[in-house]
């Protein structure tokens, strides 16, 4: 059953990780994507696997952001967020630039790109989803910048389902725990070399803190963004839907 078909819909971060695997999911599904990011030949790529369209753009320029919503043709029924960075950073150490940076990709991003795209979503009513993360509700003392993002991803969405929410606009965040994206092995090549150890290891480690031992994939995250912005979730806005595989529970070491 395609789920979206008829529908365009204009994904950022589609380049790598869960922006990639959303923009697969979504046109198996029959959406026309117009696939946004710094991806370069990953995103052409993607996107003439896909038969999408791409544009290479940066969420902190306003020239992009334009660029990508034009794009679209005047149409657009969805819009995901999935384009993200972070830094690891402590309270006492964070710098100015990073968490500036931070903000402006994580938040400012987003906001800019719903912005853009509210005035054809609003014709017919339509669906973003923004991608937040656990992070928002557990942070650690080393991604303060990044949960801090998050955080703010998360009131802006549900600021902004409520001012949607009369024009049939749907605004929901999902908020994933560990994924195996590029960003997770930036992290854990971080993380190995502080241990000592190697990027293998700190995964295992970390899998042994969730629930279902393991971490996810970026294509179960994607099913995620997929049912928020289908008709599935026609009475769901202003949700956050956590998927971080029974991450924040309290789970005892695995000894396999």
């Known amino acids: ?84 960075i972070i830094v690891p950073d402590r309270p006492e150490t964070v710098t100015d630039d990073v968490w500036a940076k931070t903000f402006a990709v994580n938040v400012t991003g987003t906001m800019a790109v719903c912005r853009a795209a509210l005035p054809l979503l609003q014709r017919h009513g339509g669906a973003i989803v923004n991608m937040a993360s656990v992070a928002a509700f557990n942070s650690s003392p080393d991604s303060t910048s990044y ?66 031992g393991r971490l996810a994939q970026p294509a179960e995250i994607a099913a995620c963004c997929l049912f928020l912005a289908s008709d599935e979730a026609s009475f769901v806005t202003g949700a956050v839907l956590v998927a971080d595989g029974g991450g924040r529970a309290p789970v005892q070491n695995r000894a396999v």
């Open 147 to 212: 949960a801090a993002s998050k955080a703010a991803v998360v009131a802006y969405t549900r600021s902004l389902a409520h001012a949607g929410g009369i024009y049939g606009v749907r605004a929901n965040a999902v908020a994933p725990g560990w994924v195996r994206t590029p960003m997770s092995e930036y992290e854990m090549q971080l993380a190995a070399r502080q241990n000592n150890t190697n990027p293998e290891i700190e995964f295992e480690t970390t899998a042994r803190r969730i629930a279902l």
């Open 1 to 84: 059953m395609q789920r979206l078909k008829g529908r365009r819909a204009l994904i950022t971060g589609a380049a790598t990780g869960i922006g990639w695997a959303t923009a697969k999911l979504f046109a198996s599904h029959g959406a026309s994507v117009v696939a946004f990011g710094l991806g370069g030949s990953l995103l052409d790529d993607l996107a003439a696997q896909i038969g999408g369209k791409p544009v290479h753009g940066d969420v902190t320029r306003t020239e992009d952001v334009e660029a990508a919503v034009q794009a679209c043709d005047d149409q657009l029924d969805i819009v995901v967020n999935a384009a993200g």
